[in-house]
Every structure is written in C-alpha cells, then in structure tokens.
C-alpha cells in the first residue's frame, strides 16, 4: 500500500493549490533504475481499472499491473533547487544508492 508522510501531503496540497487542479494524481512507472522501478506523479484523469488511494484529501491513481512494486511505497517530501517537492520511494530502494542518492530517478 502507497503511504504519504505528513510534510509530503502538505507539499502536495500546495501544488494542488498553485495548479488549481481537482484531477488524482496518477503515479506512473518510469523505467528501472540501479535501485528498482522508478516512479512519477502527475495529474490525470482516472480510469476504470485504475486503483484509487484516498488518503488526508489527495486522491492517487495508478494502473492495476504497478500493484506489487508499490506495495511498499512511500511518498516522501524533497528539497530542491527547484523548490520542494515530493518523491515515491520503493522498499527495493532500501539499502541502494537511492537512499542517500536522488540523481537516478
């Protein structure tokens, strides 16, 4: 099951805010990385075999067939140049350069 930590749901209501959007946001696989499957976010329309996470007042969408890698998941808060933002941190992540690394996803 997909969690998001407390400063993530706060980023993200920010950015739902800023956009002005009342689409889900859609996790999509992005291809593998050294550490796993890597993983974006980016608002969508949902579909009829999508799976549907509420959770604190954002809803997540994702295809079925993503199931078993975001098991595990997590969907943390980041800093960056860019301003902050939010990242989906996989359990196969654990232990990689992933940890302490984000250059790869």
Do not use: W
């Amino acid at each position: 099951m997909v969690t998001i930590t407390p400063k993530a749901c706060e980023t993200i209501k920010s950015i739902i805010a800023e956009e002005k959007k009342d689409d889900p946001i859609r996790i999509v696989f992005a291809g593998y990385s050294c550490s796993g499957p890597a993983f974006m976010m980016a608002f969508d329309k949902k579909k009829d075999d999508d799976i549907e996470l509420k959770e604190d007042g954002i809803t997540l969408i994702y295809e079925k067939g993503l199931e078993d890698n975001l098991k595990e998941a997590t969907i943390d808060s980041v800093d960056t140049p860019q301003g902050p933002g939010v990242v989906v941190r996989v359990k196969s992540a654990e232990g990689s350069c992933a940890a302490t690394c984000a250059g790869c996803h």
